[in-house]
Structures are given as C-alpha cells and as structure tokens.
C-alpha cells in the first residue's frame, strides 16, 4: 500500500501555540501512518516539528491522546456524517477505493499500522464508539449500533482487501463498477431510502424511488406497504 506521508516541519523554535500544535500533530498524522504506534515516539515527533518534547505532552498530554487526536483528524466525523445516507455510502466508497489525494493522510492507513498494540487497541475502540458509531447512529437514528459497527466492519474489511493485500478483482478496471457495487452494499446494510443499485441515482447522491436491477443481480422490491416498520426496499435473488 502507498501510504501519503505529510513532511515534517521543522523550526528552530516554536511559533504560535496553535500553529505549533497543528505542525505537532500533522506531523504525528505523518509518523502514526507509516510505522505502527509502539515504535512511534513523542520525542521523534518532537523532533520532527523542531520542539522540545515537554512541549508536545504540554499540548496533547501522552502518546495516547495525540494518536487519537490523529484518527479524529484524518476521519473528520463531523463531515464524514453530515449528509444523507445515500451521502454516507458515497463517502465511505470514495474514501475506501477512491486515489489518494497527495499528502493526506487516512484514517485507515493509521489504524492498519497499530492493531499489535494494546495501548492503541484501546484507543481504536474507543474512537470506533465515540467518533464513528456514535456519530452514525446521531445523524441516522434508524441505525442500530451493530447495523453501525458492521458498517465500520465492512469499510476497514474492503479497504485491507483493496490496499494492504491488493486484491485483483478490486483494482482491476476504472468504470466505477467496485464503488458503485460497494455502495449497494451499504445500502442493503443500513436499510433506509431507495435501493442503491449500479445504475441508480443513489451513487450519484439524488434522491430516487426504488430502482430495477439486472436479472444478474436480483430485483429491489416495494416495501410491504402492511408493515409500517419496514419500509425500506429488499433486495432479493432475482428469477
């Protein structure tokens, strides 16, 4: 996987306690995602941006709140929620099989180099919770949390398929054919709206009454209109 790196900084002092602090943890962004959390230390980082170590527990108080500082910063809840569900499953597919912009860092090229250690584990989990689920679940309140959790499952699942083992079905072709079927996926998931389906304007973020899919692929029925607290299309096994 070609993970971005973010280059560090360096001063011979430090500067404005914000901007210094941005540069601390751009640069911790940088570290967290090409080499895993026990071999990341608050003094290399301190180096990186030219201050002295005191500085950077001043700022962030330990390893652990600056490498969860970092996952917040490159997963950016508060966008990654702020649309529709329609929204979500575009975001998430961008984000997923997308390129990568040059010198941003994602979320999951942290995550990837720290699941060994326990320390970052807790940390994982609790950031899972606090800034995925949790927000997911705010933003769409028909999301149950394990619909949410099975969400976050299958993004980091595709994602180490796609960019850690580099699997062919997954890289192969530019038509849009993976993303769009990765959308119907989390579509079918989270059960709320009209069908995402290859060819539906769901990809395209509109809003859209169910759509047909390909005798391939199945068929996107009707919500029974005799079960009030299932309206949502299903996907079926088509003839």
């Known amino acids: 996987m070609t993970v971005p790196h973010i280059a560090p900084v360096r001063t011979a002092a430090a ?16 570290r967290f995602a090409t080499q895993s959390y026990s071999t990341t230390s608050l003094r290399d980082l301190a180096s990186d941006v030219g201050v002295d170590v005191a500085y950077v527990h001043r700022c962030f108080g330990s390893k652990e709140n600056l490498f969860r500082a970092s996952i917040r910063a490159a997963m950016r809840p508060d966008w ?5 569900i329609q929204e979500l499953a575009a975001t998430l ?17 942290i995550v990837f180099r720290s699941f060994s250690s326990p320390d970052a584990s807790q940390v994982l989990r609790e950031v899972l919770m606090e800034d995925f689920i949790g927000p997911m679940i705010a933003a769409h309140p ?3 949390k394990r619909q949410a959790a099975l969400v976050a499952a299958f993004f980091a699942g595709v994602s180490i398929l ?14 849009g ?3 769009r079927l990765f959308v119907l ?10 069908c995402a389906t290859p060819s539906s304007p769901l990809w395209k973020g509109e809003s859209s009454e169910c759509s047909n ?19 949502k299309c299903r996907y079926s096994a088509g003839d």
Not at 80 to 84: E, K, L, P, Q, R
Request: with cysteine.
């Open 15 to 30: 500067s404005s306690g914000g901007n210094t602090r941005e540069r601390i943890l751009r640069a911790a962004m940088a």
């Open 80 to 84: 990654m929620f702020a649309g529709n």
């Open 93 to 109: 597919a961008r984000q997923t099989l997308g390129d990568e912009p040059q010198n941003e860092v994602r979320m999951l090229d």
């Open 142 to 144: 028909h999301v149950s």
């Open 162 to 175: 796609h960019d850690v083992i580099g699997s062919e079905p997954l890289l192969e072709g530019d038509d």
């Open 177 to 179: 054919e993976t993303e």
């Open 185 to 194: 996926a989390l579509g079918q998931l989270l059960g709320n709206g009209p």
């Open 213 to 231: 899919i390909s005798a391939e692929q199945g068929a996107c029925q009707e919500p029974d209109a005799a079960s009030e607290d299932q309206q």
